[in-house]
């Protein structure tokens, strides 16, 4: 024996990864994901925006999979909380809506990335090793939409959609006047009087429209007609 010292073994370094959504069936499939990897450990599950920011905090997670829609404090909110307080944390947004303008602003706020949960299987693991590599990553499916209304801006300038609907929106250029009608502070009655409709069926357009964009709160509406420049400041 040369009694040459044995080198100690020193641990595999891990991309560390938070996942955050207020859906525990949600969060199961990422982590399972995320995991199939064999560089990818998740270091926290987040239910709230809080919590989110908490763990954060706590961790400093090498990337954040975040859900737009959470309660306690929005997707919008923790994306400009963590590049204020953990900023070696990327963020790449997980979302149900398929929204040009939800994808800038979340760029806007410091975020890397954006990922349709539709698309999970194909394209999360792609987005991952992007974001990893600080490269910014857009579902394919929103890249191409933007490509075409890019085009066909340049062909029709000032063209900004029927009815002024922002390119891509999840609602129907109906449920865009509601949002329009309710961030200019009308009330039910007042609304279903401009769209000559009932008040019952001015209620169900509203339900319907906190359902279907996932709002927590009257709040969310109003910040997301800001937006995307439904009303003005």
Known sequence: MSGARERPMTAPK???VLVADDHAIVRRGV?????SQPDVQVCGEARTGVETMDIARKEK?????LDLTMPKMN??????????????????VFTMHFSEELARE???CGALGYVLKSDADTELLAALDNVRHHQ???TSRLKISMAENYVRGLNNPGD??????????????????????LAEGRSNKEVASTLGVSTRTAECHRSHIMRKMNFASFSELIRFALRTSLVEP
């Open 75 to 92: 997707g919008f909110e923790v994306v400009r909380e963590i590049r204020e307080e953990s900023p070696l944390t990327d963020v790449l």
């Open 14 to 16: 891990f991309y560390r």
């Open 136 to 138: 910014p990553f857009f």
């Open 61 to 65: 997670p090498d990337l954040l999979i």
């Open 31 to 35: 982590r399972v994901l995320l995991e």
């Open 106 to 108: 979340t760029l806007r």
């Open 160 to 181: 900004s959609g029927a009815a002024g609907v922002p390119f891509n929106s999840p609602l129907t250029p109906r449920e865009i006047e509601v949002v329009k009608l």
